[in-house]
């Protein structure tokens, strides 16, 4: 291959080069648009989570907190609490 054909390839292959820079700029810039989209979205779904995980958290504290109060009402019904309408005073028994 003669000189004459290399050089017109030369400015040939520089064109090439900025062709593939400015795809390779593209490429660029839409990976990280899509990665920025993708953390956006990971950081509603984990807030999202976030809430639903309280909302878990707290439920076994709230049912906690119902069987003791039935578990005290039920104490105060068989020791003769005045809750159900049963003697206020045990010791007295049935006496008047």
């Known amino acids: 291959m003669g000189i004459r054909a290399l050089q017109s390839r030369v400015p ?17 810039s839409d990976f990280v648009k899509k990665i920025s989209n993708f953390e956006n979205q990971f950081v509603s779904v984990h807030e999202k989570m976030d809430g639903k995980f309280a909302i878990v958290e707290e439920m076994p504290k709230k049912l906690l907190e119902v069987k003791l ?10 020791n003769g609490g005045q809750g159900s309408g049963g003697n206020p005073n045990p010791f007295r028994g049935g006496e008047n």
């Open 12 to 28: 040939m292959a520089g064109r090439k080069m900025e062709v593939l820079e400015g795809e390779i700029g593209q490429l660029k």
């Open 69 to 78: 109060k039935m578990t005290t009402s039920e104490t105060k019904d068989v």
